[in-house]
């Protein structure tokens, strides 16, 4: 049986062999030097320069932020805001306006 040669890994971007030279151990998978950019824009990264999220790099610019949701309709924040508005000074001074 003839000698093989141990596998090597394979980059996280482009699924070739990375040799130790090249290699770039980082967001929990290998990668080449040469592959590891912005996964929006394709602008080449280094480890001080890169954001990661879910598992991919990006650039500062690309980075995702998370947006506020709004408030689902319960129960009980209709009746804090029906609440309010009966508390309201608005309409108790329109209500006293309107009855002058």
Known sequence: MPWKP???PKCARC????Y??????????IWHKACFNCFVCHMKLTMSNYR???KEPYCRT?????KATS???TPESMRLKKQSER???VAY?????ADK
């Open 62 to 66: 690309h980075y995702p932020t998370t």
């Open 15 to 18: 699924e070739k062999s990375v």
């Open 93 to 97: 001074h329109q209500a006293y306006e």
């Open 20 to 29: 130790p030279t090249e290699k770039l151990d980082c967001l929990d998978k």
């Open 87 to 89: 508390q309201s000074v």
């Open 71 to 73: 408030v689902a309709e």
């Open 6 to 8: 141990p596998p090597q």
């Open 52 to 54: 990661g999220y879910d």
